[in-house]
T-cell receptor, first 110, second 118 residues
Framework: GENVEQHPSTLSVQEGDSAVIKCTYS??????FPWYKQELGKRPQLIID?????GEKKDQRIAVTLNKTAKHFSLHITETQPEDSAVYFC?????????FGSGTKLNVKP | GAVVSQHPSWVICKSGTSVKIECRSL??????MFWYRQFPKQSLMLMAT?????????EQGVEKDKFLINHASLTLSTLTVTSAHPEDSSFYIC??????????????FGPGTRLLVL
């Protein structure tokens, strides 16, 4: 089955700085890669996603890049704000299943 | 649109009792629902995939007799934790896929159910 690894497990940045979270996957059949933000005790919320036929996607301060050859994808958050503080999960999708990374706790210091 | 609800949001029960958790898609029809389990400060672990009108597909290591899943309609799936024990205490989250949306992979999460077994 698919194995998704996510780094770092914790990330602390100053407000206004950029944050980058990286994930790798093992199964080349994975073709959809969503990123979720989860606040404490709440449901994961989709913040951005990318499909395997696209190399990069951007939505305001958030961007995702995908390198299919290397089997890794990254989340980039620019101009971070305190409300960006949360746990972020990457996931890979194939054969009707989602496989999640271990999560990154992002702390944005004001 | 694409709202998923779960009930109850919180449940505390005694060891040995069974607990039923409902997952509903409120404004769309979901042919597929997923059940996840999340321990504190950990990732989401897929327990099973529930397809309307057929038996659920369980992940390796998940006891199907312990975690009964029923997906009787296009808007409702239930997870029953039978003879719950303290080690079953966890945050259970369902998600659903909208049958009629073009992007088939997108899943919408419910708010989760926190189970505490005493």
């Amino acid at each position: 089955g698919e194995n998704v690894e996510q780094h770092p497990s914790t990330l602390s940045v100053q407000e206004g700085d950029s944050a980058v979270i990286k994930c790798t996957y093992s199964d080349s059949a994975s073709n959809y890669f969503p990123w979720y933000k989860q606040e404490l005790g709440k449901r994961p919320q989709l913040i951005i996603d990318i499909r395997s036929n696209v190399g990069e996607k951007k939505d305001q301060r958030i961007a995702v890049t995908l390198n299919k050859t290397a089997k890794h994808f990254s989340l980039h958050i620019t101009e971070t704000q305190p409300e960006d503080s949360a746990v972020y999960f990457c996931a890979a999708y194939n054969f009707n299943k989602f496989y999640f990374g271990s999560g990154t706790k992002l702390n944005v210091k004001p | 649109g694409a709202v998923v609800s779960q009930h109850p949001s919180w449940v505390i029960c005694k060891s040995g009792t069974s607990v039923k958790i409902e997952c509903r898609s409120l404004d769309f029809q979901a042919t597929t629902m997923f059940w996840y389990r999340q321990f504190p400060k950990q990732s989401l672990m897929l327990m099973a995939t529930s397809n309307e009108g057929s038996k659920a597909t369980y992940e390796q290591g998940v006891e199907k007799d312990k975690f009964l899943i029923n997906h009787a309609s296009l808007t409702l799936s239930t997870l029953t934790v039978t003879s719950a024990h303290p080690e079953d205490s966890s945050f259970y989250i369902c998600s659903a896929r909208d049958r009629d949306r073009g992007v088939q992979e997108t899943q919408y999460f419910g708010p989760g159910t926190r189970l505490l077994v005493l």
